[in-house]
């Protein structure tokens, strides 16, 4: 029998069958795959979310705590030794040795130093007060310099006039005409406008002393709105530690924080997010509220440096009695992502779910699918604590 073997007889195409089957087999893994993918940048997102709220409000209170904790720095002059009397006008006269009227004019609040207002009493972003405010004042230092060693300049320095300090190894004081300075032992100081360029003063090397002097200035004297009364330092020299005397040169002025609604791209107010604001400078974006209660120590005089109630900016009698601040943040996150709104209690106070508003105060709007979290710490005042 003779048999021819064909060499394709045994090979087929694909059928329709199994084509079907490969597509729905290959559609089914691409809907998976694409699922993971789409599953995985959500949580990123959503995770990347979280991440930059944290961030905000851990960053935002750490500048509120650094203003709170450095506020109140007049060189090394502790607050409470201004209990040493009963009036404010006599305290600040006892420390920086001046008069009532003052020796620099129109340096806001440097008897206070903390000073703080409660916001207003209508709802903000579902919350029942407005931003509260604070304001820090000190003078915020980066350089010091005694005065020159006694068998040098073997007098102190005088009430009037002018007078030396030593600036050895130093080649820019950073000290410029118009500038502020605080001169003092720690038990006493005298704030003062600089009126003139010590850097070309200098003389000698070892020591190697620089001149500062001190007069009258106009009150429109540029770049400051300050001035000085008078002409002499107002106090007494004589019977200072001059080896513990100081000049103590920094931005003398205000800190002041509160909540905004800022644009930073410009796009119109529906754009705007609430932010935390620093002299009107917005600091740190999706800072929602800042709600502010003050701790005072009702003590003496003299006070201890510890607070023994907290009380509302609007309760507080004397702010030189103010010693730490219990500062709550609420912070949302920079995306709307949540699924359903979520509220949160501050203060005591609850902001319920349905009562979260839109940026642009709509209920009900996307504002309320923000992630938000309560930041909440006390900082003690460390130039008011013995």
């Not at 007078?163 to 950073?174: K, N």
């Not at 800072?287 to 003590?299: A, K, M, P, R």
């Not at 349905?354 to 923000?370: F, I, K, S």
């Amino acid at each position: 029998m003779n048999f021819r073997f064909n060499k394709h007889s045994k090979q087929r195409g694909v059928g329709m069958v199994e084509l079907l089957v490969a597509l729905v087999l290959s559609s089914l893994v691409s809907i998976v795959v694409i699922q993971l993918f789409i599953q995985n940048k959500d949580s990123y997102r959503s995770h990347e979310n979280i991440t930059r709220m944290q961030e905000n409000g851990r960053y935002a209170l750490q500048v509120i705590t650094q203003a709170l904790r450095s506020g109140d720095f007049w060189g090394c002059l502790p607050i409470y030794q201004r209990k040493a009397t009963s009036t404010p006008e006599s305290q600040y006269q006892n420390v920086f040795g001046i008069d009532v009227n003052g020796r620099v004019q129109n340096v806001a609040d440097v008897d206070d130093g903390v000073f703080g207002e409660d916001g207003v009493n209508t709802a903000w972003f579902g919350f029942e007060d407005r931003p509260d405010r604070i304001t820090i004042s000190g003078v915020y230092t980066g350089r010091s310099f005694p005065l020159p060693p006694s068998d040098v300049v073997p007098t102190p320095p005088p009430p009037t006039g002018t007078f030396q300090i030593d600036v050895t190894g130093i080649d820019d004081t950073g000290i410029e005409a118009n500038d502020l300075v605080i001169l003092s032992d720690c038990n006493k100081g005298v704030l003062f406008q600089v009126t003139n360029d010590p850097d070309d003063t200098f003389s000698g090397t070892d020591p190697k002393l620089a001149t500062i002097e001190h007069s009258t200035t106009p009150a429109s004297d540029p770049p400051t709105n300050y001035r000085n009364n008078f002409d002499d330092l107002g106090s007494d020299l004589g019977d200072w530690d001059l080896n513990a005397t100081r000049l103590y040169h920094g931005f003398v002025g205000n800190n002041e924080f509160t909540v905004a609604m800022d644009d930073p791209d410009g796009a119109g107010p529906e754009a705007a997010v609430p932010t935390l604001m620093r002299n009107n400078q917005p600091m740190v974006p999706g800072v929602e509220n800042l709600q502010v209660v003050w701790g005072v120590d009702t003590s003496g005089p003299p006070l201890d440096g510890e607070a023994d109630t907290y009380v509302n900016a609007a309760t507080v009698a004397d702010w030189e009695r103010v010693v730490s601040a219990r500062v709550s943040l609420v912070v949302r996150a920079p995306e709307a992502t949540n699924e359903n709104p979520v509220g949160y209690t501050m203060d005591g106070r609850t902001v319920a779910a349905n009562a979260l508003p839109d940026e642009d105060g709509v209920t009900n709007g996307p504002g309320r699918y923000h992630s938000r979290r309560v930041y909440t710490t006390t900082i003690a005042f460390r130039n008011r604590t013995p």
